[in-house]
């Protein structure tokens, strides 16, 4: 089992940064990626970003490309999110996810069926 936990969600301003957190315990030697979901009301969870564990190879979806950045710390099992020039419909509830099953060289995991643990998420709202 992998415990998953978030951080770091407020309220922010448009244009503002935030950076959000997920720790990791328990066997966290299994997992071999991380990903980042968010979650508006009425809405279905979409895919954010993700981060290899093995190679540092990340992937982003198009609405935060070139704003957000996924990062890791091996050494603490935490996995970071860089927010920069938040939008009011970046607000959400951004949930972290580890996903235990190593696919080689394709493409990285970017749907919510491939995760296998999921923390609790951290709310995120952006004023206008």
């Known amino acids: 089992q992998v415990q998953v936990v978030e951080s770091g969600g407020r309220l922010a301003q448009a244009g503002g940064s935030l950076r959000l957190s997920c720790a990791t315990s328990?066997?966290?030697?299994?997992?071999?990626?991380m990903g980042w979901f968010r979650q508006a009301p009425g809405k279905e969870r979409d895919f954010v970003a993700v981060?290899?564990?093995?190679?540092?190879?990340?992937s982003y979806a198009d609405s935060v490309e070139g704003r957000f950045t996924i990062s890791r710390d091996n050494a603490k099992n935490t996995v970071y999110l860089q927010m920069n020039s938040l939008k009011p419909e970046d607000t959400a509830l951004y949930y972290c996810?580890?996903?235990?099953?190593?696919?080689?060289?394709?493409?990285?995991?970017?749907?919510?069926?491939?995760?296998?643990?999921w923390g609790q998420g951290t709310q995120v709202t952006v004023s206008s």
């Open positions: 981060i290899s564990l093995r190679d540092g190879r990340t």
């Open positions: 996810a580890a996903d235990k099953t190593y696919y080689g060289g394709r493409n990285l995991p970017t749907r919510p069926d491939e995760y296998d643990y």
């Open positions: 328990g066997r966290t030697a299994s997992v071999d990626y």
